[in-house]
């Protein structure tokens, strides 16, 4: 496989990219970290990775931005999927349930 570009947009005290940042450390996904001022200027690729939104985390793989932090969780579970790392959510349909439900109060209450 050929050499991957992966790219973090993050504000260091971000608690959605903090779980954008673990989820690659647990799959062994190297990346280039990029510090966002989300109170001052914002940068030129901030801008044009996440137009809509215009906020971090963003994740730059390839080229190509994916924005929303459960979003990116999903997408890197999905691409770095092997025999070696396990998933980032059980496989039990109940306990990912449980998963999902406890990260989305944490997006909505803290």
């Not at 025999?83 to 039990?92: E, F, H, M, N, V």
């Not at 998963?99 to 997006?107: E, G, Q, T």
Request: charged share 30%; aromatic share 10%; proline share 5%.
């Amino acid at each position: 496989m050929s050499e991957e570009k992966v790219v973090v947009l993050n504000f260091w005290p971000s608690m959605f990219g903090a779980r954008v940042i673990m989820a690659l450390e647990e799959k062994e996904v190297k990346f280039e970290y990029k510090e966002e001022d989300v109170f001052g200027q914002k940068t030129d690729l901030l801008l044009q990775t996440n137009p809509i939104n215009k906020k971090i985390p963003v994740l730059i793989h390839n080229g190509k931005p994916v924005c929303e932090s459960n979003v990116i969780l999903e997408y890197i579970d999905e691409v770095w999927k092997d025999d070696k790392t396990l998933g980032l959510l059980p496989s039990d349909p109940y306990q990912k349930s449980q998963c999902r439900f406890w990260a989305d109060m944490i997006d909505k209450k803290l």
